[in-house]
């Protein structure tokens, strides 16, 4: 689609504006200055032919009035006009027939008097048609001007008539132009075919065209009003010794047909160059104007996120080219630091979420400690309060089995029954007091091989599960609160033991020194810990066994924690569970 | 010799083991009880709880020790482990026990303070 506003489309059509105006006010101007130019040479050309003609008329009409001059100054002439009245002599109409010898005959020849009366006595060759018209006397041979009559031109040459030196009549032929003279033809054809030769009266009236034949004359209207139609160029020259003059006219389409040709030409050439100039100005323009649709496209993406577009046309050596390089380099910055603010906020991210996971675990440990303390109290006090009903409990029954005398066997029985159930309790607070003394460790040196093997024996082990005990050579001693570690070792084996539930199977303790630390693994082959419960077990108050309150872990683990151990679970790919219990040996404090 | 605890069934029920092993014991429930007692020079053997309402029991003994200095105690404790207790057994606490005192141990300990 075009879009009017695109500069592709407007430099091309304002270049396009601009040649043809120029080109159209050129070829006016120069049409109009050669146009004048050819009018003003041919006119020049024609006035040099009209003058040629006019020169060649006037030598003819000198004749005429020459040979009337000569018969005027006849002296049978003169005579007839001394005695007025009195018919012309033979003598003088041989004078007056005399002058039909000429090339032209005259319609009529007359003597007028001085009151313009033609004398008496002419012969009928001499007289034409109508009523010989009374003329002012002249003193001079006069050529009058031509008068169409009949659509023929006549003219009339008068000459006057002196008896010893004045004037006293006049002699006058009534004329007609009846034909063309050679020298005419001859410089008709020098000027051309298109040229059209007149004659008429010097004051434009009166005009005959001049052809081979004049019979009838074709008498034009004026040449002015020819040329104001501008479809002439006339020359004239006025014919010396009379009123008339000779006129040139020629078509002003034969002048300016060449130029005419010239300007089509011209104009051919002008609307080629128009439309190369026009293509040129689209090439140049499309050239300037792809570079910077390009960039606009590739903005106009960049604007819409698209960070890794770039502009392709770079390699130009102008200004858009160096725009275009700009531009690219401009992106280039832009997606480096929008990257680079994409890798702080993933780092800063990732560092925000190891902070709340580090504060969620801070948060859990706390909830456990403070829920272990809570307990702790309770325990502690709930121990104490029992221990001396426990007390007495176990007294009544000593009292009664050394005071009742022989005894049922049932009685005896149940007073046994008794006896247990208070070792048992008494053994629960024992725990439960034991695990709800929070004390801080008191840390020495400690072998790890007789702290195991001493733990282990206070541990009632079935006889059916084996104890696999294996602690490697030159362990380094460790450095914690035996009391504590012997606690939390207590409670390992006791829990691997309860796992085998009375089954036959093995307990295996092995201790190992590595980067620093003493591993010692605790492994039993009973069901080993649900996934789901790996970590719940360390909580306290969960438990697994139908008897126990579920602080023997977890009291573990704080224990392990307070010791600058720790304390896992995982489950064994052979079955069974394995808690790990790391510590630190006496060197790495 | 004086059984001093404010477990009154606990006093008796000690009181009868005692004289089940041929003692004489004299009940008393409280500290003051076991500091008056001790003006009666016939008692010279105090088994005594440390953990007692008011006066315990080894603010108790050291009064019995101003009046009657050749008094012996064997002190019952359910609390604090017997070092972490002000007394050495020299002061004439001829023994500490742990809470629950098992009755052999009991005996043993009277036994050997009555020697």
Known sequence: MIDRFSLRWRLPAIMALILIGAVMTLSVLAYGAARRSAIEVARERLNNAAERVSSIASTGIANLTRQAGLVAGDSSVIEALRHPGTPLTAAAQRALLSLRNDTTVPLTVAVLDLQGRPVEGVTPELVRE?????????????????????????????????????????????????????????ISDLIGPYATLLIGNADGSALTELKDTLHPPVIRDSTSAREARNLNTVAASAIPGSPWAFYVEYPNAVILRPLRVLSWQSLLVAASVVVLAILAGALLSLGMT??????????????GGDLTRRPHDTAARDEIGRLARSFGAMANKVQESRDDLERRIDARTSDLQTAVTQLRETQDELLRKEKLATIGQLASSVGHELRNPLGVMANAVYILERTIESPTLKAKHYLQLLSAQIKLSERIVADLLDSARNQSPQRRRTDVRSLLTEQLTRVNIPTNVHVEFVVEEDMPEIHVDPDQVGQILVNLFTNATQAMDNQPGVLSVRANNGDGRVHIHVRDTGPGVPTDLLEKIFEPLYTTKARGIGLGLSVSRTLATANRGSLSVKNHSGGGAVFSLDLPTGDSQ | ??????????????????????WEAVPSYDGEGAVSLSRNDDIDLFLMDVRMPRLNGVDAWNAIRVLHPKAKSVLMTAYAPPEALALTPGQGVVRILRKPVAVPDLIDALESALE
């Open chain 2, 1 to 22: 010799m004086a059984v001093v605890d404010d477990d009154r069934d606990m006093v008796r029920s000690l009181c009868d083991i005692l004289e089940l092993h041929g």
């Open chain 1, 290 to 303: 792809k570079p910077l649709a390009d960039l606009t496209t590739t903005a106009e993406f960049i604007a």
């Open chain 1, 130 to 186: 109508g009523p010989v018209e009374r003329l002012a006397p002249v003193d001079s041979a006069t050529v009058h001007p031509f008068r169409a009559v009949n659509g023929m031109l006549e003219y009339i040459i008068a000459v006057p008539v002196r008896d010893s030196g004045r004037v006293v009549g006049q002699l006058v032929e009534w004329r007609r132009v009846t034909r063309v003279t050679t020298s005419f033809r001859v």
